[in-house]
């Protein structure tokens, strides 16, 4: 079955760069499907961050489009999330997910998250 | 922007109870509409997606109703592993998505 495990450091400092990667087992990315990523402050709801097409369309929320870079390793089958200049407020778990996505000459479908990973928890702090 | 609210914000109840949750969205979403459920230190489950439509896996008692603004989740009668958090998620500007901010369902 498809599985998804996120991984990278637990703690930034503020003004750096957060950097995490998915590796994403039983499905190559490559294949199909958007995938995505979410975050959720302790305590608080949940974000959406951003997504891409396996082709490599890449699709940020407005709020952090200018600090968001999201690419793909087809070689290694994972996909990464850069946030640069983080601060406090970017502590958070860091999920990411498949993103089911079809449409025909009628409609469109899915465009939820079925497949998340465990979450990772990222500190900004000194 | 799509803002999505859900109330109410907690909702308390108890197991054999039904449970109405509400998400409205500030415009249309059509239908295109999803629910999860998250539990405390796990990631999110997606339960119904485009309004009512069951994900693979999941119970009956779950339902989505709605088109438009109005969308409701309903458990037609709590079980012990329904006491968790719900959100809603719109697609109605594809690819751009966003969230409600939660209901609590917890044991009255």
């Known amino acids: 079955q498809v599985q998804l495990q996120e991984s990278g450091p637990g703690l930034v400092k503020p003004s750096e760069t957060l950097s995490l990667t998915c590796a994403v087992s039983?499905?190559?990315?490559?294949?199909?499907?958007?995938w995505g990523w979410i975050r959720q402050p302790p305590g608080k709801g949940l974000e959406w961050i951003g997504s891409f097409f396996h082709s490599g369309n890449t699709y940020y929320n407005p709020s952090l489009k200018s600090r968001v870079t999201i690419s793909v390793d087809t070689s290694r089958n994972h996909f990464s999330l850069k946030l640069s200049s983080v601060t406090a407020a970017d502590t958070a778990v860091y999920y990411c997910?498949?993103?089911?996505?079809?449409?025909?000459?009628?409609?469109?479908?899915?465009?939820?998250?079925?497949?998340w990973g465990q979450g990772t928890m990222v500190t900004v702090s000194s | 922007e799509i803002v999505l609210t859900q109330s109410p914000a907690t909702l308390s109840l108890s197991p054999g109870e039904r449970a109405t949750l509400s998400c409205r969205a500030s415009?249309?979403?059509?239908?295109?509409l999803a629910w999860y459920q998250q539990k405390p230190g796990q990631a999110p489950r997606l339960l119904i997606y485009?309004?009512?439509s069951r994900a693979t896996g999941i119970p009956v008692r779950f339902s989505g109703s709605g088109s438009g603004t109005d969308f409701t989740l309903t458990i037609s009668s709590l079980v012990p592993e329904d006491f968790a958090v719900y959100y809603c998620?719109?697609?109605?500007?594809?690819?751009?998505?966003?969230f409600g901010g939660g209901t609590k369902v917890e044991i009255k």
């Open positions: 997910a498949r993103l089911p996505y079809y449409y025909d000459d009628t409609d469109s479908y899915g465009g939820a998250f079925d497949i």
């Open positions: 415009q249309s979403v059509s239908s295109y």
């Open positions: 485009d309004a009512s």
């Open positions: 998620q719109q697609r109605s500007n594809w690819p751009l998505l966003s």
């Open positions: 039983g499905y190559s990315v490559s294949s199909g499907y958007y």
